[in-house]
T-cell receptor
Framework: GENVEQHPSTLSVQEGDSAVIKCTYS??????FPWYKQELGKRPQLIID???NVGEKKDQRIAVTLNKTAKHFSLHITETQPEDSAVYFC???????????WGAGTKLIIKP | DVKVTQSSRYLVKRTGEKVFLECVQD?????MFWYRQDPGLGLRLIYF???????EKGDIPEGYSVSREKKERFSLILESASTNQTSMYLC?????????????????FGNGTRLTVT
């Protein structure tokens, strides 16, 4: 079946440095790629998303890039802050339908 | 602000019991979803519904059923709970009918129900 691979599973960076999380998807028909952040004990929340007709999207310190040819997309967080500590999930739409295929998650740790 | 409410935060049940997990959303969303979340496995879709009385199987429907009698409520049912169903269960809803991939239609999650089956 279709899947999404997410790396790394844990990422530890110094406060102020950048963090990059990468995902690879298998369904060539996927056209929507959201990223969710889940803080400890809280619900996942959408932080940024990108559609297949766009190569890059930015929102303040967060950016997402998409390479359709290689079927991978990445989350970039610049100038990391303690509140960025969380688990981040990438996902890809299953073709054009309702379902999202999720990555396993990346635990981001921001060291003071 | 969208509110997705799950009836229980923590639940402990015995093997073989019938378990009901309830989810209510207050934004008139058409789509509703049940996921389970396990460490290292991400979010796995159990069932989803895009309309009242409609349901579709997700990736791991075995051992579960769902009910959507009203638009705002989506129930997950474990017919006979087993220990391998111990997990965090997340309900979610989204606005756009027919396509969760719309830019303006993110998934809104509830706070989750941590179910332990002993």
């Amino acid at each position: 079946g279709e899947n999404v691979e997410q790396h790394p599973s844990t990422l530890s960076v110094q406060e102020g440095d950048s963090a990059v999380i990468k995902c690879t998807y298998s369904d060539s028909a996927s056209n929507y790629f959201p990223w969710y952040k889940q803080e400890l004990g809280k619900r996942p929340q959408l932080i940024i998303d990108i559609r297949s007709n766009v190569g890059e999207k930015k929102d303040q310190r967060i950016a997402v890039t998409l390479n359709k040819t290689a079927k991978h997309f990445s989350l970039h967080i610049t100038e990391t802050q303690p509140e960025d500590s969380a688990v981040y999930f990438c996902a890809a739409s299953l073709g054009g339908n309702y379902q999202l295929i999720w990555g396993a998650g990346t635990k981001l740790i921001i060291k003071p | 602000d969208v509110k997705v409410t799950q009836s229980s935060r923590y639940l402990v049940k015995r093997t073989g019991e019938k378990v009901f997990l309830e989810c209510v959303q207050d934004m008139d969303h058409e789509n509703m979803f049940w996921y389970r979340q396990d460490p290292g496995l991400g979010l796995r879709l159990i069932y989803f519904s895009y309309d009242v009385k409609m349901k579709e199987k997700g990736d791991i429907p075995e051992g579960y059923s769902v009910s959507r009698e009203k638009k705002e409520r989506f129930s997950l049912i474990l017919e006979s709970a087993s220990t391998n169903q111990t997990s965090m269960y997340l309900c979610a809803s989204s606005r756009t009918p027919g396509n969760v991939g719309s830019y303006n239609s993110p998934l809104h999650f509830g706070n989750g129900t941590r179910l332990t089956v002993t």
